[in-house]
C-alpha cells in the first residue's frame, strides 16, 4: 500500500516538472486526457465563468447613474399676474460615489475572487492526478502480480508435466507427480485470482473515466533519480492546497478591512436643472447626499463579525499548511456562507 501512494504521489507531482520528463510523457498524456472529463474538473472550470462575472460585478461596484425627470403646472389666484397658469420642470443626475479606499479594496476583492476559481480548478486537477494515478497504480500491481503468477504456474506445470514422464520410464514415483500437479494447480488458481483482480482493477479505472481509451496494460511510469529528488524536494508553496488557503485568508482579510470602510457611508452627488414660472425662473443646483440613520447601526455590526470570519480562515490556513489539506468551502454567489447582508437581515 505505501508503495502505491508514493506511486499516486510521484505520478501526481510528475506534471509539475513535465518537460523534464519526456520518458512518461505517454502515462502523463493519458492521464491529462482522463482528468479533463472528471465532473469535478467540469465543475471547477464552470465556476471560472462565474468567478469571472463576480469580480466584474464587485470592481464596478453597487452604485450607478440616476436620472430623475418632472413636470408640472402651477396655478396662481394672483389678479396683478399677468398669467395665472405656469408650465414648470425639473430634471437632474446623481450617482453614489465610493470612497477611494473602498474601490482599492473592492479591486483586490475582484482580482482574489478569480484567482480563487483558478485555485479552485488547480486543485480539483491536482485531486484528480491524485486518484487517477492510484487507480493507475493499482492496475499496474495487479497486472505484474497478474503476469508474474502466470509464469510461475506456467513454470510448475512444466516440472509437472516432466515429473510425469519420469515416473511413466520408472524413473520416479507418482505421489511426486501427483503433488507436483496439484502445486501446479494452485499456482494456475492464483493466476486465475490475479487475472480477475488486473481486470477489476482496469475497470475501475474505465469507469472512472468511460470516454477515454486505454491500452490493454498499463504503461510503466519510468522516473530518474534526479527527477525524484526534485519532486520530493518541492516547496509546499506548490501545493494547490496551500494557495486556495492562502488566498481565502487574503479574501477575508480585505473583507474585514472593507466592513471597518463601510462604517463610513458613500456621499452622493448630483446636478439639478430647473425651470420655473414658464421660464421666468431657472436654477442649476448641485447636490451632495450623506446617508445616516439605522444602516450606520448595520455598518457597526458588519466590522466585528469580519473579523470573526478572518480569524476563522486565518485557522484553515494554518492547518491546510502543516497538513496540506483544503479549508472548507468559502463562498456562494459571491459572499462567505453564513453571512448577514445589511440589505437582506436573512442568512444566505
Same mark, same amino acid.
Given at each position: 500500500m505505501k508503495l502505491s501512494l508514493f506511486a499516486a504521489s510521484l505520478l501526481t507531482a510528475a506534471t509539475i516538472a513535465l518537460p523534464a520528463l519526456g520518458q512518461s510523457a505517454s502515462v502523463v498524456d493519458i492521464m491529462e486526457q482522463s482528468?479533463? /472529463?472528471?465532473?469535478?474538473? $467540469?465543475?471547477?472550470?464552470?465556476?471560472?465563468?462565474?468567478?469571472?462575472?463576480?469580480? *466584474?460585478?464587485?470592481?464596478? #461596484?453597487p452604485y450607478e447613474f440616476e436620472v430623475n425627470a418632472s413636470g408640472g403646472q402651477r396655478r396662481m389666484d394672483n389678479p396683478l399676474a399677468s398669467e395665472s397658469r405656469y408650465t414648470e420642470w425639473a430634471a437632474g443626475v446623481s450617482r453614489t460615489i465610493r470612497l477611494p479606499g473602498k474601490k482599492r479594496i473592492d479591486q483586490d476583492l475582484a482580482r482574489i475572487e478569480?484567482?480563487?476559481?483558478? =485555485?479552485?480548478?488547480?486543485?480539483?486537477?491536482? +485531486?484528480?492526478?491524485?486518484?487517477?494515478?492510484m487507480l493507475w497504480s493499482e492496475w499496474r500491481s495487479a497486472d505484474l502480480l497478474r503476469?508474474? =503468477?502466470?509464469?510461475q504456474a506456467e513454470e510448475a506445470l512444466r516440472i509437472a508435466e516432466l515429473e510425469q514422464v519420469a515416473v511413466?520410464?520408472?524413473?520416479?514415483?507418482?505421489?511426486?507427480?501427483?503433488?507436483?500437479?496439484?502445486?501446479?494447480? +494452485?499456482?494456475?488458481?492464483?493466476?486465475?485470482?490475479?487475472? =480477475?483482480?488486473?481486470?477489476?482493477?482496469?475497470?475501475?479505472? /474505465? =469507469?472512472?473515466?468511460?470516454?477515454?481509451? $486505454?491500452?490493454?496494460r498499463p504503461i510503466p511510469l519510468e522516473l530518474g533519480d534526479s527527477a525524484i529528488a526534485g519532486l520530493l524536494d518541492a516547496s509546499i508553496e506548490r501545493m494547490p492546497?496551500?494557495?486556495?488557503?492562502?488566498?481565502?485568508?487574503?479574501?477575508?482579510?480585505?473583507?474585514?478591512?472593507?466592513?471597518r470602510l463601510e462604517k463610513t457611508p458613500d456621499p452622493t452627488l448630483g446636478l439639478e436643472f430647473t425651470n420655473e414660472f414658464g421660464g421666468a425662473e431657472t436654477s442649476i443646483m448641485a447636490r451632495v447626499t450623506i446617508p445616516i440613520g439605522g444602516s450606520t447601526r448595520c455598518r457597526s455590526a458588519t466590522g466585528p463579525r469580519r473579523a470573526g470570519f478572518l480569524s476563522g480562515d486565518r485557522v484553515r490556513a494554518a492547518i491546510?499548511?502543516? $497538513?496540506?489539506?483544503?479549508?472548507?468551502? #468559502?463562498?456562494?454567489? #459571491?459572499?462567505?456562507?453564513?453571512?448577514? *447582508?445589511?440589505?437582506?437581515?436573512?442568512? +444566505?
Open positions: 482528468i479533463r /472529463t472528471s465532473p469535478s474538473v $467540469f465543475t471547477a472550470e464552470a465556476d471560472l465563468d462565474r468567478a469571472s462575472a463576480t469580480a *466584474s460585478r464587485i470592481a464596478s #461596484g478569480t484567482d480563487l476559481a483558478g =485555485s479552485t480548478l488547480d486543485q480539483a486537477l491536482h +485531486l484528480e492526478r491524485r486518484e487517477f494515478a503476469e508474474t =503468477s502466470s509464469v511413466d520410464k520408472g524413473a520416479e514415483r507418482q505421489i511426486r507427480a501427483d503433488q507436483l500437479a496439484a502445486a501446479a494447480a +494452485l499456482l494456475q488458481l492464483q493466476a486465475d485470482q490475479d487475472r =480477475s483482480a488486473a481486470e477489476v482493477a482496469r475497470a475501475a479505472l /474505465t =469507469s472512472r473515466y468511460p470516454d477515454i481509451a $486505454f491500452p490493454a492546497a496551500w494557495r486556495n488557503s492562502q488566498l481565502v485568508a487574503e479574501q477575508a482579510r480585505l473583507q474585514a478591512q472593507r466592513a491546510a499548511e502543516r $497538513f496540506y489539506v483544503l479549508a472548507p468551502e #468559502g463562498t456562494r454567489n #459571491g459572499q462567505r456562507v453564513g453571512e448577514y *447582508s445589511c440589505e437582506d437581515p436573512k442568512r +444566505l
